[in-house]
């Protein structure tokens, strides 16, 4: 299909998404090509990427879409309720067990469970997801019989599931049978062409909701959010706006407005704090016979990570943050520059 064909299926499905970069596009067309059928969906993304959104747009546009859609947090549910949430129970099975109860897999029958959070699922958890993965039936607690399901799984983490079947956290066959299509999507910081158009949106979303008579953002909110590292990306966003929105005292929202940090602005301070810093002499570095470029651009950028810790007083986290980084980029960088 062509772009067009995607447009017209995002509005009929997906339109609470929103983001033209070239990693949402295709996770789109992903979704879009696998909605109508029956396969288990992976998806992954740091918190606050619109994980659920995703999910929600795979099954309105399934065969399944007027049967139930079951959320169900994995790590929000205690490891000893876990397998009774999702497989249920019948009457009698523990102390308390007064009467049978249906699990999230059985309600969803016929339609979709969205297992988010998988990655935190206790490995006895997984073994026996596994097992209705396989065999399309479920055993509720206590009970010597099998039912059988009809669902659809969508699965979402933030975790690195293939990281943590090399650490033995998680389990390798689990894995396959849930990536049958993985669909990764970017956060928010990756696609900074995106934030303006979300933030605008919000604005009139909040405004709407909210009664307040706010007509958008000026240079230095714009400014603001685009400089942001977003760690709770579309989420936080979000939040911000609507905070904005409802304390706002003019129509225009400014940068004094929108409560997060000024990225570039506080790292051109702590240069200026700290003296500038030194790009590299080429011949110095390199010698007068080799212009490497990748050594140059090393030697610069180890000089920033310098710099932004010794600012952050060591503090990874806060030296991240200065440098617009991810805490875990942060770390593989310092990794690779102690190897």
């Known amino acids: 299909m062509n772009h067009l064909d995607l447009s017209i299926w995002r509005t009929q499905f997906a339109h609470e998404i929103v983001g033209e970069s070239p990693e949402m596009i295709e996770a789109l067309d992903t979704i879009r090509c696998v909605a109508a059928t029956d396969c288990t969906i992976l998806i992954t993304g740091e918190t606050g990427t619109g994980k659920e959104l995703f999910a929600r747009a795979v099954h309105r546009a399934s065969p399944r879409r007027n049967r139930p859609l079951i959320p169900v947090n994995c790590a929000a549910i ?3 309720l876990l397998e009774t949430e999702l497989f249920g129970h019948v009457k009698g099975a523990f102390t308390g067990a007064t009467n049978a109860r249906v ?28 097992r209705v993965l396989e065999e399309r039936v479920v055993s509720p607690v206590g009970s010597d019989s099998d039912v059988p399901v009809d669902v659809r799984i969508i699965a979402a983490t933030h975790r690195n599931l293939a990281e943590m079947v090399e650490q033995g956290k998680f389990r390798a066959d689990l894995y396959f049978r849930l990536a049958v299509v993985p669909i990764h999507l970017p956060a928010l910081r990756d696609r900074p062409d995106d934030i303006l158009t979300i933030a605008n949106l919000f604005v009139a979303r909040a405004r709407a909701r909210l009664g307040r008579n706010v007509e958008g953002l000026d ?11 977003w760690p709770g990306n579309v989420r936080e966003l979000s939040h911000v706006i609507e905070r904005a929105v409802l304390l ?3 129509p225009v ?35 007068d016979s080799s212009l490497d ?27 991240a943050a200065l440098l617009g980084l991810n805490r875990t980029t942060l ?8 190897a």
């Open 78 to 80: 205690p490891e000893t």
């Open 248 to 250: 706002a005292r003019r």
């Open 331 to 338: 770390v593989e960088k310092l990794r690779k520059y102690a």
């Open 253 to 287: 929202l400014s940068h004094a407005d929108i409560p997060v940090p000024n990225v570039r602005a506080k790292f051109a301070r702590a240069a200026d704090e700290s003296g500038p810093f030194q790009i590299p002499s080429l011949a110095k570095e390199l010698g």
């Open 103 to 130: 699990g999230r897999f059985m309600s969803a029958h016929e339609g979709t469970i969205f297992l988010d959070e998988i990655g935190d699922l206790p490995l006895a958890a997984q073994a026996k997801l596994l």
């Open 293 to 319: 470029l990748r050594s140059a651009l090393e030697s610069l950028e180890r000089q920033l990570i310098d710099r932004a810790l010794q600012k952050a007083g060591g503090n990874r986290t806060e030296a």
């Open 219 to 229: 240079a230095a909110a714009r400014t603001a959010l685009t400089a942001y590292h």
